[in-house]
Every structure is written in structure tokens, then in C-alpha cells.
């Protein structure tokens, strides 16, 4: 672990000793809060963490390799006003300190990385939101930067600390945007405007100039209490280049989930289907899809976990750094797809001290990865082999305040009853 990794850890322990005291209240099943239940004012704020250690076995041409590193250190705050008619949501991410080099992940892509996760901007999220009750429902606006209305919950706030190979079809982060919702009983849409492009590096706040040339739709059906079901449409105007003029995005998905305590633990899963199609002046060039399916158990603090997902990816030239690809990409940049199975296990034992958790776990990965077009791109030359063994060691840190999900909001904030709160 380097010295920016060292004075992170440092800095982040000495927040939880100072937020000793701190824990949310009056939350809700989702990590919002219920309007009638809150409070004229309320704010908290908490820290995450994952020390975490990674072995992977072939990654280039049949070696190994073993790193570690903090990941996903994070800050998190809230402040809602007028009994939560207003509210706000904050994340500050310190990846680009301790993940420069991306953490390793077979299968992993974005951002200018292939098989490391990119570290995510420091300002993840920034969003203030207004919420109205009215007659059968309620309407809402946000504001500010984020997650648009696209997809499924940011894979930090679920169980497995290695995001899954559809981040970036199944997610849309970081960008500034504008959304505006309607609750009417069960049924909850949204509609977003937002900048298209993609953070080019940790620094990146966002094209003010390119406000409002992408959009995103959700809706969210809750017909009974613990499942969740969701359809969301996208299109996104040229990502991967900054100044616009590249291939552009088509984005649909899908899901449901379900959480619920029983009687011999809380249940969680989660099933989601994607597909993103690059256009280019009008006519469609690449299509990748996933589906994914992940479950979870809480008995007594042990959580046991489980995924399968199968995933395509597009292959780019890698650059004289094999895990770096070139950033931004211009048109024509896609080499070949390939297609991974991956089943993943896990298991984590949490303790709670009054406002902090404790979770250590283990984690591992089988994948299988195959080339689907007949392009350039030899996965077998390139690994080794076909099949690629990861494992993981590390624990999960929370102080404070944490919500239970991340990356909706208002009358979107709604969800069944979490089993990873703290």
C-alpha cells in the first residue's frame, strides 16, 4: 500500500473516532427518509472504506498478480429541511488518491481501463432535491451531480465489493443533471437531462456546455412490499468524447429485486438485464448486453453472498500499461467483443460499535472469457487462458450515517428494506 493510501486510511480512522456519536436517524426501510417521520432539519454524514487485497491468476499472458489498496473511500453526507421537503445528498470519493492505478478486476473496463475499475471523480455526487406530497403520490425535482434516472443502484452499495463487469451498461454516473419525478400509488417515473460525456480523469466535474444532450427515463413498479421492478431507456450523446462528435449510446435495462426480513434473516436479491448499442451517424455498430443475477443472506451478521452474470465487452487497443486503453477514445476504437461468464461467492462476518461497522469477508471469482466476432482481440494469447481465478481479501469499514442505496432520488427514493445498513 503506498504513502496516498497510508494518509487516507490515517485521515478517514480519525473521522470515525470523531463521528463516534454520529448515526442516522429516522430512516426508512430505503436510507431516505419518510416525510411524515422526519424531522424539521436533520443532517449526518459517515466515511466507507475497503481495505482491500487482490489475487488473479492469468491476467497477462499466464502471470499472476497480487496488490492492494483502499478502495472505495468515501465520504457521505445528508441535510433535509422543511420536514424532508427538501434534501440533500453528498459523496466525495477518494479513489483518485488511492486507485490511480485502477483496481484489478477480470472483465473490468471504462474509462481509459481493461480490467481495472477506474478510481471514480471526488465529486461523485452532489445533489440537492425538492419533494412535494399531492393528491394519491408525490412529485419531486433534483438537481446537481450524479446518477441519472438509468439503470440499477450503484454496485458499492450492494454485496459484493467487486463491481461487475456491466458498470457501465447497467449504471450511469457522475454526470450533471436535472430530473424531475411523479409517485401516483405504486408506480414512480422519472425523466433526467444530463452531459453526456464521461469523466476523463478524478478531476472531472462535468460539461456545463453539454448540459441536456443526453436523456434518461425510468419506472419503478413496487406491487407488493419487498420487490421492486424496474425499465429504463437512455440515450446518451457521444460519451467517450468530451467535445461530442463520437459514437453515440442507445441504453435499455431491466430489473427486479427483492428485500425482506424473515424470520431467519433478511433476504436480498437481485436480477437486471442490459443492453447498450453504440450508434454511429444514426446506424447502430456495436451492441453489448448482460444479465446478472446476485443474492445475499443476513443470519446473525454472517452474509453469505452469490452472483452470476454473463457480460459483453468491448476489446480496444491497450497501450505500453497493458490495463490502460487510450482516453478518450475516438470512433473506430472497438477491436472485437468478448463475452464473460463469471460466478462469484462471498462471505463477510459485520459487527457493529455503536455508529461503526466492521465486515470482513472473502471473496472470489471463476471467469471464462470468449471472443464473439472473429476480431483481433485473442483472449487465450492475451491471458493464457480462457479461465481466470480471482480472489479477495479485505473489510468493509462504515462510520457514522450510510445509506442503504445510492443514486435515486425524491419520490425515487423509495425502496424495500435493506439488509447492508449501518
Known sequence: MNRSCFRITIALAAMIVLMGGESATAQHAGGHDAPAAEPAFRAAVGAHAVPLGTHITPIVVGSSKTEAYLTQPTLLGMASALGGALRLDAAVSLEGLTLKRGELGAGAHGEGYADRRHPHTYLHELMLTARQRVAGGAISIAAGRGFVPFGTDDPMMRPFVKFPVNHHLGQVLERLTLIAGI????????????????????????????????????????????????????????????????????????????????????????????????????????????????????????????????????????????????????????????????????????????????????????????????????????????????????????????????????????????????
Do not use: C
Not at 233 to 241: D, M, V
Not at 283 to 308: H, K, T
Open 183 to 422: 409517485s401516483i400509488g405504486p408506480v414512480i417515473m422519472e425523466a433526467g437531462l444530463f452531459n453526456g460525456n464521461e469523466p476523463l480523469d478524478a478531476t472531472d466535474t462535468g460539461s456545463l456546455d453539454r448540459i441536456g444532450d443526453s436523456w434518461a427515463g425510468r419506472v419503478t413498479l413496487l406491487p407488493v412490499s419487498g420487490i421492486e421492478l424496474h425499465a429504463s431507456h437512455a440515450w446518451i450523446e457521444s460519451p467517450e468524447l468530451p467535445v461530442g462528435g463520437g459514437w453515440d449510446q442507445r441504453k435499455w435495462s431491466a430489473s427486479a429485486r427483492y428485500e425482506r426480513e424473515h424470520e431467519f434473516g433478511a433476504v436480498y436479491a437481485l436480477a437486471e438485464w442490459n443492453r447498450t448499442t453504440q450508434v454511429d451517424a444514426g446506424s447502430d455498430v456495436f451492441s453489448f448486453g448482460s444479465v446478472l443475477a446476485e443474492a445475499a443472506l443476513d443470519l446473525n451478521g454472517w452474509r453469505p453472498a452469490l452472483r452470476l452474470e454473463r457480460a459483453e465487452r468491448p476489446e480496444e487497443d491497450r497501450l505500453a500499461d497493458r490495463f490502460r486503453t487510450p482516453w478518450p477514445h475516438a470512433g473506430g476504437h472497438v477491436l472485437g467483443i468478448t463475452e464473460w461468464t463469471i460466478a462469484s461467492a462471498r462471505v463477510e462476518r459485520a459487527t457493529t460499535f455503536r455508529s461503526f461497522a466492521i465486515a470482513p469477508f472473502i471473496e472470489g471469482s471463476v471467469s471464462n472469457v470468449t471472443e464473439t466476432t472473429g476480431g483481433l482481440f485473442d483472449p487465450r494469447e492475451f491471458y493464457g487462458s480462457e479461465t481466470i481465478w480471482t480472489v479477495s481479501l479485505g473489510a468493509r469499514l462504515r462510520a457514522g450515517w450510510h445509506p442503504a442505496r445510492m443514486g435515486r432520488y425524491g419520490v425515487a427514493a423509495t425502496a424495500v428494506a435493506p439488509i447492508h445498513e449501518h
